[in-house]
């Protein structure tokens, strides 16, 4: 018997929000989810698929009272065609909402999803859901969002439609369009950044004679973890600072995520190679033709060797010659990042409450402090250029 095939309702179909607080709920909607991953703007998809939303909630999701808060939108058929991935914690007398992956400082690069078609009704319906029940929420915080995504211009004007306070603030994350060959990449860089490189390479060859490996099991990957969150303690511990991966839950956390990805094909974890010994590694992954470079790290004592710059020049030659369009690095204009990538984008943390709310008044006093912050600037800027 042929299988009969499930179309998704037309666009015009009126829009249920559905509560969804179970992981069994979500299981059930992955294929779901997934279709909607390919609607996603380009700066999101790898840190709002099934795993990653999974790995993250495990690790994270059972501190400060926290609850998972997904808003499924479906049509008349039953078929979802959008979600708010959010979870809600209570800060003081505050229920914040916030999307799956913030505050946690591992990645950036989240957004609400929609299927083709659907974004504007999704966010119209989301709107109406929050004013209904602003019993559910006194925040709703949608950071590390791309600046440019449709779903979060639909929820500007949203916000203004039903009244609620809003805020917005922008930081800025660098990228590589990549080229075709290495060459054309190569001559976009500073002189500086030329010889350094060419520099590096002829040091690294006469040295160790280096290769690079990627990852290619779940065993392996946990070892190239373990010995990077190792060398990133070291690094830190060094300048008086805890490391990063002293914390148990980021170390859940990326264990659980690494592991996802070797299932699904997308991880790109990297390691510069000499005599069998790891001396840099490079943890990422490849979503829709992007790669997106996550943590590297190197061991302390090769510092004056610069590893980590002859991994990634060998990373970048990898991908440009697989084709890939572009290199995503995290948010922030880290003096390295900028040798490496002029094209700037942007995240955005976006804030909104009802308007007479004690948080919709904070927020409305925060914009006036901006407003007043701005023009004083403008206007010392312009004395001194008198």
């Known amino acids: 018997m042929k299988k009969q095939e499930r179309h998704i309702a037309k666009p015009e179909s009126p829009l249920i929000v559905e509560r969804l607080s179970r992981w069994d709920q979500l299981e059930e909607i992955r294929p779901a989810l997934e279709n ?22 495990e690790a994270y999701g059972d ?15 039953g078929d979802i065609v959008a979600m708010a991935p959010l979870f809600r914690e209570k800060e003081l007398r505050r229920r914040v909402l916030r999307l799956v992956g ?40 949608l950071n590390s969002v791309p600046t440019g995504s449709r779903l979060l211009a639909d929820f500007r004007a949203v916000c203004k439609s039903q009244r609620f306070a809003s805020r917005e603030v922008t930081i800025s994350h660098r990228v590589i369009q990549l080229p075709s060959d290495w060459e054309q990449y190569r001559q976009r860089l500073s002189s500086k950044m030329r010889f350094s490189i060419s520099h590096q390479m002829r040091v690294a060859e006469k040295k160790w004679h280096p290769s690079m490996r990627l990852c290619q099991s779940e065993a392996e990957a946990l070892q190239w973890l373990a010995l990077m969150a190792k060398w990133q303690n070291v690094r830190w511990s060094s300048r008086g600072i805890r490391g990063k991966f002293e914390w148990n839950r980021r170390r859940l956390f990326y264990e659980k995520f690494v592991i996802g990805l070797v299932r699904n094909g997308d991880l790109r974890f990297w390691a510069l190679v000499a005599n069998d010994q790891l001396l840099a590694v490079e943890l990422g992954c490849r979503f829709e033709g992007r790669y997106v470079g996550i943590h590297p790290a190197f061991d302390p004592a090769l510092a004056p060797y610069s590893p980590g710059v002859v991994l990634r020049t060998m990373i970048l030659q990898r991908l440009i010659r697989d084709g890939m369009e572009r290199y995503d690095f995290g948010a922030g204009d880290e003096k390295y990042k900028l040798r490496w990538a002029n094209e700037r984008k942007t995240f955005s943390n976006f804030c909104c409450a009802p308007h007479w709310s004690q948080a919709g008044l904070r927020l409305q006093i925060n914009n006036v402090v901006d407003c007043t912050r701005k023009m004083v600037k403008s206007l010392l800027m312009g004395w001194s250029a008198a």
């Open 102 to 141: 913030d505050t946690s400082d591992d990645v950036d690069g989240f957004d609400l999803l929609a299927a083709n078609g659907f974004e504007s009704r999704a966010v119209v319906a989301w709107g109406q859901w929050l004013a209904a029940n602003r019993s559910e929420w006194s925040t709703l915080e």
């Open 36 to 57: 909607m991953l390919q609607s996603s703007a380009p700066e999101v998809g790898a840190f709002s698929t099934y795993e990653f939303l999974r790995a993250w909630w």
């Open 63 to 77: 501190s400060n009272g926290r609850e998972l808060f997904f808003l499924a939108c479906r049509v008349s058929n």
